[in-house]
Structures are given as C-alpha cells and as structure tokens.
C-alpha cells in the first residue's frame, strides 16, 4: 500500500480513538459533578450573592508596598437615619442591612487580617431592632473576638437605659453627634425630631456612660450655621475622652451632585473658617481636630454590604465584599492612607480599662 494512504489512515484511526477517549473523560467528568458539589462548602446566604452582585471593583491604592492592616475599621452597617443632616456624607440610599451571622462572619475576618478597633456607625446604629442589632454586634467583638476597643457613633435619639444595662459592659465608647448647643441651630442642619431637644438629651447620655462606664465622646460637624459658636463651656462641663471636630465634607453622590440625597454647598466652610474655630477652642485639652485632608483618606470604611469605600476622588467607590474576596483582596482597593491615619493620631488609648477614668 502506498506510503502518503498508510499515513492517511494511521492519522484517522488516530483521531477517532482521541475523540472517543475525550468523550468518555467528559461523561466521568458530568458523573462526577453531584459528587463534587456534595463535597463543596454550604452555597453562601441569598445575601452574600447580592453583595457580589452590586460590588464593583473600585480604583486600586497608589504605591508598591504591602497592603494596610485594617488596625481601626469604621463598619456603617445601615444607612436609615431618622435624622436628616443637611451635609451628612452617607446617606440613606439603600435600606439594605447584613444579617447578623453574616456580619459577626465579616467581623472576625477582620479581626484574623489585624483589627483591634471597630466602630459601628450609620446611619443611625440604633435605628435597627431598636439598638438589638448592634448591641449583639458589640456583644461579639468584645467577649467572643477580644477586641481590645469596640465604639458606636449614635445621634443618641433612640438610646434607652436598658441599652446600656445589657450591652454598657462591653462598649468601650459611645460618640455622641453633636453640631450645636443651641437647639434652633440643631434644627437648622437637620439635626432634630419633633419635640426631642438634642442638648439635653446630650447630657442625660452623658450621665447613663458615667452610671455604666462607658467612655463618652462628642463628634461635632463645623459648618457655616455653627461656626461663629463658642462651644468651650459646654464641652469643658460635659467633660468627654475626644471632642472630634470635622470640617464639613462633600462627597459626589452622597451630599452633591444630580444622583445625591443631600446637597450640602451650603454648609460648607472655608479652611480659614475652620482653622478659627480651632483657634477658639484651642484650650480644650480633648479637642481632635480633623480637616477635610486628614479625613478623606485616612479612615477605612466598610459600608452596609461589608465594602471598603474609597474616597480618594470626592466619590464612595467600593472594592468587592470581603465576605467575597477576603480582607486582603478588598483592602487593596481602600485607598487608606495608613501613614495619614498614625499621623492624625488614628491610634490612641481606645479601651476603656486603659483610660483610667473616674467613672
């Protein structure tokens, strides 16, 4: 038989017996599959897979270096408020909250990748299951995670004394917001209910973290309706750990721009402004200052769906999930500046069995 018909017909036996082998491999492979997924790990929470379905991948942090410890996190588990603060930089656009396994999961992913501080904030914490949620969350992170610092910010409308007789234990600090002493100015930044007046409910909380030795902190907003205010006898009478003082921050699509729920050019204030405000409560040895530059880059924020938020272009843009891709695949994308973070004092004596304090 001629050599090129042999050749012709070695090469088709040969491909017939190939496709033959490959079709039985793929009908083991198919056979094969209820047995792998038996073996693989439980399918996730219907609320996992929708936290992948809205996390974008945002812009990665600048440098070569190795990636940031998530030492102090700042978790905004819920975005509801029932307060409307005209500036407010996270704003209710989702009524979306983690379940409670879900995020005690995220918690201790946290706290395995470095975190020894976690504060809880919103929205308004005590918004969800009327303080249960995130009393059970701060639960967690002291008795079963040992945090050595776990904090809430709170408006602290919605705060009630039984709050403090179930979870004041394990709190290490409780930072109340607080823009102003005179309640119409409170009224004016949105930061008032009906017939509640925020100032003296400022002082009864003050009292209850003395009672349950919580340490107590003020966060005030420095804006064009509180400005001109001198605040040194109030603060020095209600005597807190910090006074933190921002200066008014804008995000675009938080609190400006067409796709924003708050539009807060008109509480803006100039860095001379601010810097005056400084000045005239520069005696008050609690006081924190924080400009907008030492601000934006220097906190890391986890939002509701457990996303590291980047704010490094005036916008919120979010890296994955780490309940999806883990703490080190997500924080690459935080833009944390840890440098800025131990420069602003971001670390500090934040356990209140270190404070010393006379409760």
Not at 35 to 54: G, I, Y
Not at 61 to 83: E, I, K, L, M, W
Not at 225 to 246: C, G, S
Not at 308 to 318: A, Q, S
Request: aromatic fraction near 10%; proline fraction near 4%; charge should be positive.
């Amino acid at each position: 038989m001629h050599l090129g018909v042999l050749v012709r017909l070695w090469l088709s036996v040969a491909r017939a017996v190939l496709a033959a082998v490959g079709a039985r491999l793929c009908a083991l492979c198919w056979s094969l599959a209820p047995l792998s997924l038996s073996l693989s790990p439980p399918l996730r929470l219907p609320a996992r897979r929708r936290v992948t379905a809205l996390s974008p991948v945002g812009p990665e942090r600048d440098g070569d270096g190795a990636n940031p410890t998530p030492v102090s996190v700042n978790y905004h588990f819920s975005r509801q408020c029932n307060y409307k603060c005209g500036f407010c930089f996270h704003t209710a656009k989702t009524s979306f909250v983690l379940p409670l396994e879900e995020a005690k999961r995220g918690l201790a992913m946290l706290k395995e990748a470095g975190m020894e501080k976690i504060n809880f904030s919103g929205g308004e914490p005590f918004l969800q299951d009327r303080g249960e949620f995130v009393g059970q969350l701060v639960q967690f992170c002291k008795q079963e995670l040992k945090l050595p610092s776990v904090s809430i910010v709170s408006n602290g409308s919605l705060i009630k004394e039984r709050w403090f007789k179930k979870y004041g234990e394990y709190l290490d600090i409780l930072a109340i917001s607080c823009d102003s002493f005179d309640e119409d100015v409170n009224v004016l930044i949105g930061r008032g209910q009906g017939k509640k007046n925020h100032v003296e409910n400022l002082h009864k909380l003050r009292q209850w973290c003395r009672e349950y030795a919580v340490a107590f902190k003020i966060n005030s907003v420095i804006n064009r309706f509180n400005v001109e205010e001198d605040m040194n006898e109030q603060i020095k009478a209600l005597n807190p750990v910090r006074w933190k003082v921002f200066q008014c921050l804008i995000i675009e699509g938080e609190n400006s721009g067409e796709d924003a729920l708050r539009q807060a050019e008109k509480f803006v204030v100039s860095d001379e402004d601010f810097e005056q405000f400084l000045n005239r409560h520069k005696d008050i040895s609690c006081l924190v200052p924080e400009s907008n530059q030492k601000m934006k880059d220097s906190y890391l924020i986890l939002d509701e769906y457990m996303r590291f938020l980047n704010c490094r272009n005036g916008r919120k843009e979010p890296s994955k999930s780490i309940l999806d891709v883990g703490v080190e695949a997500a924080i690459k994308f935080s833009g944390f500046d840890e440098k800025m973070f131990f420069k602003r004092g971001g670390k500090y004596v934040w356990s209140k069995a270190d404070m010393k304090l006379d409760w």
